[in-house]
């Protein structure tokens, strides 16, 4: 080793002492010493500089990301009280239907505009569209309205989420944000616990219009420090599936339609749903085409047909039928059934969404330390189905039971989204990430739309088998729902059957969520897939890990 030169532009990244003591020559320490110790403290500048980085994005857009997961829960105690000021018990599911089915279109539009016209522009826009859904919310005198109202509010709701996080995205990459999981978990509990109280309290002290009104401040607010973040200029360029989101909308809007008439309005077979039935499958089969020739597509159909990724997706939207199908009943089972007050309602709630973050963080750090999410996301969906059987047995044994059972049920539905993610994110890898992102938010909005819309179609459905006036009857008491004498509801054991059977049609979803959970293969993320494999585009990594160690 003696006179040979070693020029420093030469040396790994990654050296350290473990080389160093390799050589017994002392010039590779005089060399490699100083070195070293530089490159340390350039590693923990660098990691402080992204600390810092984060903060600064993350308090800017943090008010948006709360604003969209608080409006997720906080209307969901003030479901009853709606619907018996409004009436139209059948459409109730629409408020929330609405709203995810306007997001789930907006937020690939959103993601696309905001690569052509700079996310923080696009930001403040959405914003202003949820700001606007609100006050048309509060202000709605029929049920109609109310729902298109809250259509609007999805536009503007469904570009939250996603143009908070890219922005993110663009001052620290993924690999270091990881290391900041915690402040999107605090956000998240926060606004899920906060969520159903405010909601309650609101609804039965000051009426369900002030969980609209709400939103105005808060949103002036979000848009505020959201317009004093870091603006990066886009594009330029916005090519949007124009064909192909009007064959979602037309489909999807179908298939809900008949879900929310079928049974109680109009029989299963009666000619008019049999059309809407029709027109949706038509109309999914359209989009088939449509997107199979589409240069930018609203749906990847490439990307779907992965084994692990659309097993995963067909995972994430049964999951999401589960969970909002729950969201939109529990709240009318609590205040109709058992004769709690919104408040209370709203208090019952919380186990059920703080259970699922809490879980969710938990099970994120787990895949993290041992790279297989499959099992995770299968036992927990498995736990959920035989909770919910447990559910519907023991449905007259009071709201402390039901709600330490929805605690358990929350538990289970946290370990899915994490573990979906990261299966889909590891099958696309890093040059479909976002596609594979957005295919797993886009099954979960779909799932929670039909979940909203399948549960009240089987709690009307089994009130007009078990009673053609239980509807009726039922209508009328959610009218004097916000009076502080609660009595028995003169349809109480009628209804305790009908929702019986709407927590074993849950619990079925569950079910087959949980087969669809445990046909994906057992994974192992360190591995590479078989397609990226091929192309060795890790290879180089791999090398340089194993020279490392």
């Not at 298109?148 to 509010?153: E, M």
């Not at 616990?193 to 609804?203: A, D, H, K, N, R």
């Not at 993610?421 to 979960?444: C, D, H, K, N």
Request: glycine share 12%; aromatic share 8%.
């Amino acid at each position: 080793m003696e006179g040979v030169a070693i020029p420093l532009d030469a040396l790994p990244t990654g050296i350290g002492a473990e080389a160093a003591t390799d050589c017994a020559d002392s010039e590779w320490s005089d060399v490699i010493g100083p070195f070293g110790a530089k490159a340390g403290n350039s590693l923990s500048s660098a990691t402080e500089e992204n600390g810092e980085l984060f903060r600064a994005a993350f308090f800017h857009v943090a008010p948006s990301m709360f604003l969209g997961a608080l409006d997720q829960t906080i209307i969901a105690a003030a479901l009853p009280a709606i619907a018996g000021s409004l009436g139209g018990l059948s459409y109730l599911a629409w408020v929330v239907t609405a709203y995810l089915l306007a997001a789930t279109i907006a937020a690939p539009l959103y993601g696309r505009m905001g690569d052509a016209f700079g996310r923080k522009r696009m930001l403040v826009w959405a914003l202003g569209l949820f700001v606007a859904g609100s006050a048309a919310c509060a202000a709605a005198p029929t049920l109609a309205v109310l729902i298109c109202a809250r259509a609007l509010q999805g536009f503007g709701g469904g570009g939250l989420m996603t143009l908070a996080q890219a922005h993110i995205g663009e001052v620290v990459s993924p690999k270091e944000r990881g290391r900041f999981q915690g402040w999107f978990g605090a956000n998240f509990a926060l606004a899920s616990t906060l969520g159903p109280v405010i909601g309650g309290v609101l609804s039965q002290h000051v009426g369900w219009r002030s969980i609209f009104w709400v939103n105005i401040p808060l949103g002036l607010g979000a848009a505020a420090a959201a317009a004093r973040a870091k603006a990066f200029r886009g594009t330029g360029i916005c090519r949007l599936d124009y064909a192909g989101t009007t064959a979602f909308v037309a489909s999807t809007v179908a298939v809900l339609l008949a879900l929310s008439i079928g049974g109680h309005e109009v029989s299963w077979t009666s000619p008019i749903l049999l059309a809407l039935a029709t027109l949706g499958v038509a109309g999914f089969d359209f989009l088939r085409r449509v997107e199979q020739k589409a240069t930018d597509p609203l749906i990847s159909l490439q990307l779907i047909g992965e084994p692990v990724i659309w097993r995963a997706s067909l995972t994430v939207l049964l999951f999401a039928a589960v969970l909002f199908g729950l969201i939109v009943q529990l709240p009318v089972f609590f205040q109709m059934a058992l004769r709690t007050s919104a408040t209370a309602s709203g208090l019952l709630l919380i186990p059920l969404t703080l259970a699922q973050v809490l879980v969710s963080t938990a099970t994120g750090l787990r895949i993290s330390a041992t790279g297989h999410p499959r099992t995770m996301m299968a036992a927990g969906l498995s736990i959920v189905t035989a909770a919910f059987f447990v559910l519907a047995a023991g449905i007259k044994l009071g709201p402390v039971f039901i709600a330490l059972l929805t605690f358990l049920i929350g538990a289970g539905l946290g370990s899915t989204m994490p573990a979906a993610q990261t299966m889909v994110q590891w099958a696309a890898g890093v040059e479909r990430l976002g596609a594979g992102t957005a295919a797993v938010s886009f099954s979960r909005s779909i799932g929670g739309a039909m979940g909203a819309a399948f549960a009240s179609a089987v709690l009307l459905s089994a009130l007009q088998i078990a009673d053609p006036n239980a509807r009726g009857i039922l209508s009328q008491e959610l009218a004097s729902i916000g009076s502080s004498h609660f009595e028995t509801s003169h349809i109480a054991p009628t209804l305790l059957g009908a929702y019986r059977w709407v927590f074993l049609a849950l619990g079925g979803l569950s079910g087959c969520a949980a087969l669809v959970a445990w046909s994906i293969p057992n994974l192992d993320l360190a591995a590479t897939p078989g397609h990226r494999a091929a192309n060795g585009i890790y290879g180089g990594l791999r090398s340089v890990r194993s020279r490392s160690r």
